[in-house]
């Protein structure tokens, strides 16, 4: 099957930068579009940013020019460099990977798969 594992979460004061990471491993043929959500306590899931197998990106506008997505096609990895980070960026970042895999010897299938999450907490 397929795993996604983020990691570089953790606790930074207002101003600070963090670098989130997420590998995609598995069973995996081919990895699709790539991003990052976030959910904060008592709100839905938000886009944070995206990113094609070419490299364009998307990002929404509480994010934009702050945070910047990026990813290692041989690594199957994409990564979130958050930088001026404000209290209302905590949240638990989720990525996700739409992707192609083997379902079986001679079965490929397409999916989105989403990680565990990783709590990021700006504080002072």
């Known amino acids: 099957q397929v795993q996604l594992v983020e990691s570089g979460g953790g606790l930074v004061q207002p101003g600070g930068s963090l670098r989130l990471s997420c590998a995609a491993s598995?069973?995996?043929?081919?990895?699709?579009?790539m991003g990052w959500y976030r959910q904060a306590p008592g709100k839905q899931r938000d886009l944070v940013a995206t990113?094609?197998?070419?490299?364009?990106?998307n990002y929404s506008d509480s994010v934009q020019g702050r945070f910047t997505i990026s990813r290692d096609n041989a690594k199957n990895t994409v990564y979130l460099q958050m930088n001026s980070l404000k209290p209302e960026d905590t949240a638990v970042y989720y990525c996700?990977?739409?992707?192609?895999?083997?379902?079986?010897?001679?079965?490929?299938?397409?999916?989105?798969?989403w990680g565990q999450g990783t709590q990021v907490t700006v504080s002072s």
């Open positions: 598995g069973n995996i043929f081919s990895v699709y579009a």
């Open positions: 996700n990977a739409d992707l192609k895999f083997y379902s079986s010897t001679y079965l490929r299938t397409r999916n989105v798969f």
């Open positions: 990113i094609a197998t070419g490299g364009r990106t």
